[in-house]
């Protein structure tokens, strides 16, 4: 089961003015005797160089993960949705496949583009959108983290969203960009309370959301496939906000935020007295726990991302990627 984490055990040029106090706040001086750990400096949450460092582990990371389907080798550089989604995924790719993945192609990402917020505290935070080779012709969206200078960068949320659609951001003379509180009153919608609004979207409509793959025509699928002959399917949905899971945004130049956030879906599905339950693919077993009867409870988490405009209008979810966890038979 995916579970709320506390920030505290979480994972590991401008004017001259500038760069000093954030070379500062990011590293030891070579006297290694003073470091500035920035809880109330207003800096830049890295350095462009850093922040492609952390890129470039990443990627090697993801790839040996991919390639021998062992979580253990990219759990230091992935947490939150991603970490849920990631391992669950090299857990069943390693049951049905012990000596690894024989369809593993390395990931590739170019031409990627960095944004990199200045504010004070912690969590420190960044985004990297680039082109892959994987998901077609759709842009790479993924969010650095960390909750201290001894942590490491990880990535927290990772999301495919189509070419053109990645707003333009709002930022300073220097190039660093703005990050929107999760309590900001300006938007549509609370980024703080987009994940609650989202679930509880799925469940009684509304108009919050403007019409799309992941809104309209998702409870529109979830319809449909609610009730089939001899099954029928129940869905919950859940915010998740806590920890890692905490929504995070950026302001856009028309003074709009582009919001990552998470949710927790589950879904039952149940046989009909009499009739036998439809046996799910390899990658479903892997992940399921008990012997499936009747019925298969089935947890999924996603991570979204969404453009919250200013002032009046509707959230649009840009790209949402979702894995299953975990599942239970009765």
């Not at 001894?150 to 960009?177: C, E, N, R, S």
């Not at 990658?283 to 089935?298: F, N, P």
């Not at 988490?301 to 002032?311: I, M, Q, R, T, Y």
Request: hydrophobic share 35%; aromatic share 8%; charged share 20%.
């Amino acid at each position: 089961m995916s579970r709320d984490r506390d920030p505290r055990t979480l994972r590991r040029p401008a004017r001259s003015a500038l760069i000093a106090a954030s070379v500062t706040a990011l590293s030891l001086t070579a006297s290694g005797c003073v470091v500035v750990h920035g809880e109330q400096e207003i800096l830049p949450s890295t350095t462009r160089a850093e922040a492609a460092k952390a890129l470039e582990e990443f990627t090697a990371a993801y790839n040996a993960a991919d390639k021998a389907y062992d979580g253990g080798l990219d759990a230091e550089h992935t947490t939150g949705a991603l970490a849920d989604i990631d391992s669950a995924r090299l857990k069943a790719g390693k049951a049905n496949n012990p000596d690894g993945n024989p369809n593993h192609t390395p990931l590739e990402l170019t031409d990627a583009k960095f944004t990199i917020p200045k504010k004070a505290g912690w969590p420190r935070w960044f985004l990297v959108d680039a082109a892959g080779n994987k998901g077609g012709t759709a842009r790479w969206l993924l969010v650095f983290t960390r909750s201290s200078l001894d942590d490491p960068f990880q990535v927290a949320y990772l999301t495919l969203v189509a070419p053109g659609k990645v707003p333009a951001f709002k930022k300073d003379a220097d190039g660093w960009a703005e990050p929107v509180p999760v309590n900001a009153t300006d938007l549509a919608a609370d980024p703080g309370g987009l994940s609650q609004t989202y679930t509880t979207y799925l469940k009684n409509g509304g108009e919050t959301f403007a019409d799309g793959p992941h809104t309209s025509q998702w409870r529109a699928l979830r319809q449909k496939n609610a009730k089939k002959p001899g099954l029928v399917t129940q869905y919950i949905d859940e915010p998740l906000t806590n920890g890692d899971y905490a929504p995070l945004a950026l302001r856009t130049t028309d003074g709009g935020a582009l919001v990552f956030f998470t949710t927790r879906h589950y879904e039952k599905q149940t046989a009909h007295t009499g009739t036998s339950f439809p046996v799910p693919n390899k990658d479903v077993l892997a992940l399921t726990k008990g012997e499936i009867k009747q019925s298969l409870m089935m947890e999924f988490v996603s991570n979204e991302v969404a453009l919250d405009p200013k002032g009046q209008g509707k959230v649009t979810i840009l790209g949402r990627i979702q894995g299953m966890t975990s599942a239970e038979g009765s």
